[in-house]
């Protein structure tokens, strides 16, 4: 289990609690950015249960100029067996560790023709459903976002428990948004 992971499957962390988990993932990927893989480990931050405690998660960016929406990085919260320390520490050893991880690697084969270029809505679509269940997500969530160069960062996810509060759930998917943009910082 790795060092994120609650024994038992733990329950969801408070609001302040996630702002203080994540408040330093801006430092993390500017001291990490010339590691290849800082994507998946952005993603695996955020889907960890001290965070937005995803089943499952996929970052892909869709480039229109190239005709192309790519996989990047997957995230699977019952493949976290696979590293067994902090991956800030070690980021390394996570990635190595990773390869096993089918479905990270799964979403790294993923390569489709552009959506955007297809004139498809990246952030209201019934395609935007189909891909994430073509991806193997139960219960897709998305957003998308741009990012430079023309790109469309699109983040697909299923979320290990339900909301219920309004409040709660409107300012994690607003800090969602927010944070999540941090993956557009990290190279390919």
């Not at 909301?163 to 943009?181: G, H, K, M, Q, Y």
Request: aromatic letters at 10%; glycine letters at 8%.
């Amino acid at each position: 289990m790795c060092a994120h992971c609650k024994p038992g499957g733990g329950s969801s962390v408070n609001n302040q609690e996630l702002a203080t988990n994540l408040s330093g993932l801006l430092h993390k990927v500017l001291n990490f950015h010339d590691v290849d893989g800082l994507p998946q480990m952005v993603l695996h931050e955020l889907g960890h249960e001290n965070s937005f405690n995803f089943s499952r998660a996929t970052y892909l960016i869709d480039n229109p100029d190239f005709n192309h929406l790519l996989g990047v990085a997957g995230y699977a919260h019952d493949e976290c067996h696979f590293h067994k320390n902090d991956l800030w520490q070690d980021p390394q050893s996570f990635l190595k560790d990773m390869d096993g991880a089918h479905y990270h690697n799964q979403v790294r084969d993923f390569l489709k023709e552009s959506l955007r270029r297809n004139e498809i809505d990246l952030d209201s679509s019934k395609e935007i459903h189909e891909l994430g269940h073509c991806l193997g997500l139960e219960k897709p969530e998305f957003f998308s976002w741009n990012m430079k160069h023309g790109n469309h960062g699109l983040l697909l996810f299923d979320r290990k428990e339900v909301i219920e509060d309004p409040d709660t759930l409107n300012w994690r998917v607003s800090f969602l948004r927010n944070i999540a943009a941090l993956l557009s910082f990290c190279g390919i």
